[in-house]
């Protein structure tokens, strides 16, 4: 029962980390009027039709600094290969017998091109 419940909590959590632009643009669908009281900087300017619009840039922009600042994260990458070497290694192989369980029907021994297995309508 854990592991199913850590398996989907997992799932939700890497679906959301790849929609924070959609959940942030859902977020200010929702509550547009609240937003474009409480956080919109051009109030006093009502004929620019704001609506909230430049708060939502703010929030996009600064989720685009972050996901920038994370690709950035990663400083070296390092791939590393051990290979052992090949002396002292003795390489055996064998051929195992196949025996089928049930018949096999060779498609090769079929005669497809037999006018009489094909069905021709009465001639009038």
């Known amino acids: 029962m854990y592991k199913s419940i850590s398996h989907i909590l997992l799932s939700i959590v890497i679906l ?18 609240t937003i474009s009281e409480l956080f919109c900087i051009n109030q006093d300017k009502p004929e620019l039709a ?6 939502l840039d703010r929030r996009l922009g600064e989720a685009q600094e ?4 994370r690709k950035t994260f990663v400083q070296e990458e390092v791939l590393l290969m051990y290979t052992l070497p090949a002396k002292g290694y003795h390489i055996e192989t064998y051929w195992k ?8 029907l060779d498609v090769f021994e ?15």
């Open 16 to 33: 959301l980390n790849g929609m924070g632009y959609s959940l942030i643009q859902a977020d200010f669908v929702l509550n547009r009027e």
């Open 97 to 104: 017998e196949f025996h089928p369980i049930f018949g096999v």
């Open 110 to 124: 079929i005669d497809f091109l037999n006018d009489k297995d094909f069905f021709h309508p009465p001639r009038s």
């Open 50 to 55: 704001c609506d909230g619009k430049c708060e």
């Open 66 to 69: 972050h996901e920038e600042n």
